[in-house]
Each structure stands twice: as structure tokens, then as C-alpha cells.
């Protein structure tokens, strides 16, 4: 009974923490919008820097594969039925709706949402953080917000870029291995490119973004006063953030589903 009593407890404070700093994001976020948060420049362009730029070809990679994948498996077993040009239908759909979105998010959650708990883990270690509490200086607007922004503003355009290179690679296998004409393969992924499906991938990867940034800015944040703890901390986030990414997709799926889209 009082394991079970200390576990309860634990997830108690757990909770009541994530909450808390959840709501100190979001007013963060407030009072930028309302243009009362200053953040200097190269705070800026060193968030962006890191979220976009640099994660171009690692996402392109891995989702071109993705795409190669997807295009391979389907259409062996389209062909079954003598219908394997609809493998073009079948990648564009699943790489806009969704797949784009949840590679791209699973590579920025290994890289940047590890970086991000690393980084602010360590200035933990080192009372850093400690410092800037006692200049008075908000550890959320100075450390959070600008990769919360970064993260939500670059994780839709890596999105289209995601989807873009999934389809490219679907198209490889298509047309080199497979055969189908090349206008052919054109004409059936852009009758699948709905807008609906379009819209729905961009904001799945925008959620993805701000999950990871807040996971990341978390565990960084909360982490403890010796070397083995920002191990934990880099591990936690990249964990968290899968977990709360599929959490998320399944949720969003139940919603789009239950209103039509």
C-alpha cells in the first residue's frame, strides 16, 4: 500500500508539473504576442538555424525511403491484381495525410527534441538556469519560446518537404521498377492530393512540433544536478515526444473522422 501510495503521489506531482509548465508556455507565448516578451535576434536565427536548415536532408533522406517503401510493398501486391498503378494514390495519400508528418516528426523528436533537453539539462547542471532566475530573467522566454516557435513554424514546411520527397521516392520505385508511365504516375498523385488531406498532414506536423518542443524545453528544464541525469533527460524527451505524438494521432484521427475530414 505505500508503494502504491508513493507511485500515485509521484504522478500527482508528475502531472501537476507538466500542467504547470504547460501553462507558463502558453502565457510566455501571450505576452509575445502582445509584444511584451523580447528576445534578441540571434536567439532567433540560432532556434531556426537548428529546427530547419540543418534537418533538410536527414528528413528528405529518410523520407524518400519512406516513400520507396511504401511504393515497393503496395504496388507488389497491387500488381497482383493487375492494378498497381493506383501505388501513386496510395503514397500520396499516405505520405500527405499522414506519414510525412509522423516521419518527420519522429526524426525532429531523435534530433532537435534530444538537442533541446541536452542543452537546457546541461545549463542545469552547470546552475546556469539558476543564474538567469536571479537576474530575474524568465527561464521560459529566454530558453522556451524561441524554440517553441521555431518548432511550430519549420515542422509544417519540413512536413511539405517530407511529403514531397515521400512521393519522389514513391515515383522511383513506380516508374523504374515497375513501369508505369511517368504522366501516368503524375496524373493519379495529383488526383490524390486533395486539399483536405493536404491540410490535414500540415497540422498534424504542426502539433508534432510544439509536443516536441514542449517535451524537450520540459525535460531539459526538470532535469537533475548531475551528469547522469541529462542522459535521462535526453532519453525521456525523445520518449515522450513518440508517445505523445502517436497519443496525438490517434486522437486527431478519431476528430477528423467523427467531423468528416
Known sequence: MESVGAWGLGAYAAVRRGLEF????????ARFVRGGV????????AAFDAVGPRA????????????????FVGAAQLKLFGAHVYVASLVAIAAIRIMGAMMTGIIMAGRTGAAYAATIGTMQVNEELDALR???ISVTDFLVLPRLVAMAICMPILTMLADFMA??????VGCGMFHIPVAEYYSYTVQALGIQNFAVGIFHGWVYGIIIALCGCYYGI????DA?????ATTNAVVYSIVWMVAATGFLTFLFEVIGI
Open 222 to 225: 526538470h532535469c537533475g544536478r
Open 228 to 232: 547522469g541525469s541529462v542522459g535521462r
Open 134 to 136: 536571479v537576474m530575474g
Open 22 to 29: 504547460i501553462a507558463g508556455v502558453f502565457a510566455s507565448v
Open 56 to 71: 533538410v536532408l536527414i528528413v528528405s533522406l529518410i523520407s524518400f525511403l519512406i516513400g520507396l517503401i511504401l511504393a
Open 167 to 172: 512521393i519522389l521516392g514513391g515515383a522511383a
Open 38 to 45: 523580447f528576445i534578441r535576434r540571434a536567439d532567433w536565427w
